[in-house]
């Protein structure tokens, strides 16, 4: 679809970094420490170590840690001092993945292998999750061919309803779930309900604990009230630990652990019926670089465990003056009892649009995370507290509370769920879905010269109206022809 061809002509080092740098300048400057998602971040000197750290292993290759022993020795220290924050004792295994949700496909492969070795009778596996579950856990039944079964939570709580969960069990059940905590609300299921369950029926219990893996034993030793997650709960077999979130690790960096070595089998995958090099590969990439993990390794070093507590202390603090200052705009409620520095809270007022409450806080420098309406939660808006972020929060809750102010005296943006372009053309063009649909969507909605929408307070309402299924659709088309458009 595009004309560009491939470089004839060399281009000098100076030119190529110049247009890299310049590239950089439509992304939200998340150095400001004013964007509350995609980054997490903690002291400068940190930062500057990790990725130096990263930049030492970026060419070594962990498809062979015979070769590379030293990235073995990496992947295995930091998976031990991973296992040992989550009480996982001396048998506990595991791996470093890209990321989340390579650790969650990893799991639910494990649960799916094991059960074809153990339980012949099972042939249509099932899951049971929580409906706060990152959606990585439908992706991995996507990819892994198992189904996904979802779980009511509590309408308050936002905890999963462990009744549900065990009303769903069937005989093709092979792994149930909790999340530590969940990222929208921030919440810790009742995990050690969940792994009763799991072991009365002789199942797997996941404790996703991407986000709270990092965060959760550092609040404990700073005497926050943690609710039990980790290995000390008999009957968790695997958690996932994502370390470029919490960890302040730079991206490409997660853990899946086992209790054990005997679980961990069915993660691997060997092929040496082919021609070439012999592949035994414990996670779904093979070449990878060995960067992730030798900046965890030195982030680990470097923070230790007073630098990850006063980072957790500055994003607890945070959090509280947060929710604090949330009880001073009555238009806004926060969802749920956060148990981290993660949280979501929605507009209760006609006249307070979230997607607008978004934009305009993007006009002052602000990044918060917009989040459609689901049969959970209403629309609303999400805030990841990072370190970085931590001090900024007055600031934050300040220009809220002003934004708040100003949408409901400006009669202009009441009820934008009505604004243009009219919800029912649009609804009626999406009726009959053609590849022409989009091309009339985008017509109507009108992108930048990147072909991304220009106005993300109409996209936003537009999806909100439309059921999942629907949505989903349309943001595949999208996003198929946002990387294709000519540049
Ligand atoms: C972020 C997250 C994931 C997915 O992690 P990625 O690193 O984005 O793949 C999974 N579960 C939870 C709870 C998360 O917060």
Redesign the pocket.
Known sequence: MSNLKFPANTESRENIFKALKELKDDDIPWETGKVMAYVYNTIPEAHQLANEAYMLYLTENGLDPTQFPSLLQLERQVIAMVADLLNGGTAAVGNCT???????ILTVKTARDRARHLFPHITNPEIIIPET??P?FHKAGHYLNVKVKTTLVDRTTFKADVKAMEQAITDQTILIVG?A???THGVIDNIEAIAVLAQANNILCHV?????GMFIPFAKMLDYPMPPFDFSVAGVSSI?C?L??FGYVP?GC?TIIYRNKALRQYQLFSCSAWPGYTIVNPTVLSSKTGGPMAAAWSMFQFLGIEGYKHAVKACMDARDLVIEALKTIPELYLLGQPDISMLSFASNSTTINVFELAERMKAKGWFIQAQLKSNVSDAGIHLSISHFNAPHMAGLMKDLKKVVKALKTDKETLNSEQAKPDTAVIKNLLANFTPETLDNLEQLLGTDDKGIPADFVVINNILNTLEPAQRDELLIAFINKMFSVEQ
Do not use: L, N
């Not at 996703?208 to 709270?212: L, Q, R, S, Y």
């Open positions: 890209s990321g989340g949700t390579e650790s969650v579950a990152h990585c999340s905590p969940s990222y996703d604990a991407c986000v709270g996932s994502d470029h979130k991206k997660s």
